[in-house]
């Protein structure tokens, strides 16, 4: 259940922006599970009153008004450092808000980080709508996909049994992620330069210097994904014509992308990773069947190409 944040050890942090269906779902979620649980709903400068219809819904739970969309590791830093005066809590839980969780999920999270001290960040495995197949079931790095790749992605649940109780997965979803306050402080918090998309794997790039990160396959939570973007549910992804988002999605894969590859490598091993980024959006251009679309992607490529 929901609990005062000044009794919490475990926080979940997570940012509403003009999604209120989705947080009311995940609050009133959190208040039938049966570990205790503070929340902070870090509201991005939603419209219509949003933060303030949250705080009046749900007394118990701490509303940080942000003056600005800063994007999604702004957010989460805005509610991670609100934690660091209360001595209590001992553990954040940064969780979208278009997910839902069932009783163990904490409990589980919690006891993999206290047996094992060099883990610093466990997820849980993450389900599509309705459970059958998988999101997000542990993942690495990669050349050839310029950036992450997700093992399990859009597999059955079955594709998981028999799996060992921890998986080692270098990359973790900012979905959601499971550490300690302090190992977030020791990482540095999300880069904020990343409006949106890639700061995930900026943020587990960083894990990977100091720590190990990791899947627990005993526990699941489900996720309505990309409702923050409005993407239809009949789409499997947003690389799709048809996604009212997709420019929004295009602009900032690529421009993370190369932000990410300037911060952490050498001009060299950017260079290879430049052709692989150009490769993965020439299949994704056909993948989505669009000129228009098409022109969008390159002037985007060349744009922030030029840039580094």
């Keep these: 259940m929901i609990t005062p944040i000044n009794q919490a050890k475990v926080v979940i942090v997570t940012i509403n922006y003009n999604g209120l269906d989705d947080t009311f779902r995940l609050l009133s979620n959190l208040k039938n599970i049966d570990e205790d649980v503070g929340v902070i709903v870090v509201d991005n400068n939603s419209s219509n009153n949003e933060a303030d219809k949250i705080a009046s819904k749900y007394e118990v739970v701490k509303v940080i008004k942000s003056q600005i ?39 589980k999270l919690y ?81 904020d330069k990343f409006f949106m998309y890639i700061e995930d794997i900026d943020f587990s790039y960083r894990i990977n210097l100091i720590g190990r990160a990791v899947v627990s396959t005993e526990v699941s939570i489900e996720h309505f994904a990309h409702s923050s973007l409005n993407i239809p549910v009949s789409l499997a992804t947003p690389i799709d014509k048809k996604n009212p988002s997709l420019n929004f999605y295009i602009e900032h894969v690529i421009k993370g992308s190369f ?49 580094n």
């Design 69 to 107: 969309n800063g994007g999604f590791g702004y957010a989460n830093n805005l509610g991670a450092a609100y934690c660091l005066d209360y001595s209590n809590i001992e553990y954040l839980f940064v969780l979208n808000n278009d997910t839902v969780i069932n009783s163990g999920v904490i409990s």
């Design 111 to 191: 006891s993999t980080i206290e047996a094992n001290t060099d883990i610093l960040c466990v997820s849980p495995v993450i389900l599509n709508q309705g459970g059958e197949t998988i999101w997000f079931g542990g993942g690495d790095f990669s050349s050839l996909h310029a950036g992450a790749k997700s093992w399990f992605k859009n597999k059955v649940v079955d594709q998981l049994k028999g799996a060992p109780p921890i998986i080692e997965s270098p990359f973790i979803s900012g979905c959601a992620m499971f550490l300690s306050k302090e190992s977030y402080s020791d990482i540095g918090g999300f880069d």
């Design 259 to 307: 932000f990410f590859y300037r911060k952490h490598f050498s001009l060299l091993k950017r260079m290879t990773y430049y052709v692989f980024l150009f490769l993965k959006w020439q299949k994704n251009i056909l993948k989505i069947g669009s000129i228009s679309k098409a022109v969008v992607i390159y002037k985007t490529y060349f744009k922030y190409l030029v840039n």
